[in-house]
C-alpha cells in the first residue's frame, strides 16, 4: 500500500495515521491516549515503533499465519449453502498463498460428513476446481430436494447419473480414495430429507 502512493506515505507518520485509522476497541483507546497525552512519543512517527508496540499488546500482524488458522479452523455447516461457505474459504485462502493441494486437504476437512460420504460414490475429481464443481452440485442437489420435499434420488450412488458426471468430470479419475467401510450417504438429520445409516 505505502509503495503504491510513496509520496502519499512519505513520512513514516503518515504510515502510522493511515494503519491506525483501522484499529478498533482498546486498541484504538491506546493510540487516541498517546495522541492526547504523549505527543512526541516515537510509536507515533517511527513505523517500526508503532507496530512492535501494537502486535505485542493487541495481536497478530502475521496475516498470513492468523489466515492459515482461520482456514483450517472453518468448517461448513450442515443447512449451510456451499456457495456461501466458499466465498468465506477463498477470502481466507486467498491470504496463505497455500498450493492448490493444500486447499484440496483444507477444503475436504471443512465439508460436512454427508457431502464427503456421497463424494466417496462420485467420479474422482484430480484438481481443486471440479472438486469444487462436485461439491456445488452435491449441495444444489441436496437444496432442490429439500425445497420440493423430495428423497433424494437414488442415482447418487449410480454411474448413470450423466448431469453430475458430465458436469464436473468427464471420467477423470482422482486421488481422494473412496470409504467402502461407509458406501451409503448420510443426509443432516431434520433437513427434510432422511438420515440414510
Same mark, same amino acid.
Given at each position: 500500500?505505502?509503495?503504491?502512493?510513496?509520496?502519499?506515505?512519505?513520512?513514516?507518520? +503518515?504510515? &502510522?495515521?493511515?494503519? @491506525? +485509522?483501522?484499529?478498533?476497541?482498546?486498541?484504538?483507546?491506546?493510540? %487516541?491516549?498517546?495522541?492526547?497525552?504523549?505527543?512526541?512519543?516515537?510509536?507515533?512517527?517511527?513505523?517500526?515503533?508503532?507496530? !512492535?508496540?501494537?502486535? +505485542?499488546?493487541?495481536?497478530?500482524?502475521? *496475516?498470513?499465519?492468523?489466515?492459515?488458522? $482461520?482456514?483450517? #479452523?472453518?468448517?461448513?455447516?450442515?443447512?449451510?449453502?456451499?456457495?456461501?461457505?466458499? &466465498? !468465506?474459504?477463498?477470502?481466507?485462502?486467498?491470504?496463505?498463498?497455500?498450493?492448490? #493441494?493444500?486447499?484440496?486437504?483444507?477444503?475436504?476437512?471443512?465439508?460436512?460428513?454427508?457431502?464427503?460420504?456421497?463424494?466417496?460414490?462420485?467420479?474422482?475429481? *484430480?484438481?481443486?476446481?471440479?472438486?469444487? &464443481?462436485?461439491? *456445488?452440485?452435491?449441495?444444489?442437489?441436496?437444496?432442490?430436494?429439500?425445497?420440493?420435499?423430495? &428423497?433424494?434420488?437414488?442415482?447418487?450412488?449410480?454411474?448413470? $447419473?450423466?448431469?453430475?458426471? @458430465?458436469?464436473?468430470?468427464?471420467?477423470?479419475?482422482? +486421488?481422494?480414495? %473412496? #470409504?467402502?467401510? $461407509?458406501? %451409503?450417504?448420510?443426509?443432516?438429520?431434520?433437513?427434510?430429507?432422511? $438420515?440414510?445409516?
Amino acid at each position: 500500500m505505502f509503495q503504491a502512493k510513496p509520496i502519499t506515505f512519505q513520512l513514516e507518520s +503518515s504510515q &502510522v495515521a493511515f494503519a @491506525a +485509522s483501522y484499529l478498533q476497541g482498546i486498541a484504538f483507546n491506546h493510540y %487516541t491516549a498517546l495522541l492526547q497525552f504523549n505527543p512526541n512519543n516515537p510509536i507515533l512517527s517511527n513505523w517500526l515503533a508503532f507496530t !512492535q508496540e501494537f502486535s +505485542s499488546k493487541f495481536g497478530v500482524f502475521d *496475516t498470513v499465519a492468523e489466515a492459515e488458522e $482461520n482456514l483450517f #479452523n472453518l468448517r461448513m455447516r450442515n443447512n449451510e449453502r456451499f456457495m456461501t461457505f466458499i &466465498v !468465506q474459504f477463498e477470502r481466507e485462502a486467498y491470504k496463505t498463498s497455500w498450493n492448490y #493441494n493444500a486447499l484440496w486437504f483444507a477444503l475436504c476437512h471443512a465439508l460436512p460428513q454427508w457431502i464427503k460420504d456421497i463424494l466417496c460414490l462420485a467420479p474422482k475429481q *484430480t484438481t481443486y476446481d471440479r472438486y469444487k &464443481v462436485l461439491v *456445488t452440485q452435491v449441495n444444489q442437489h441436496y437444496w432442490e430436494d429439500r425445497s420440493e420435499n423430495m &428423497v433424494p434420488q437414488t442415482s447418487w450412488n449410480t454411474s448413470g $447419473n450423466t448431469n453430475w458426471q @458430465a458436469g464436473a468430470t468427464n471420467g477423470i479419475q482422482s +486421488s481422494i480414495p %473412496t #470409504n467402502p467401510a $461407509n458406501p %451409503t450417504p448420510r443426509f443432516p438429520p431434520g433437513q427434510g430429507v432422511p $438420515n440414510i445409516n
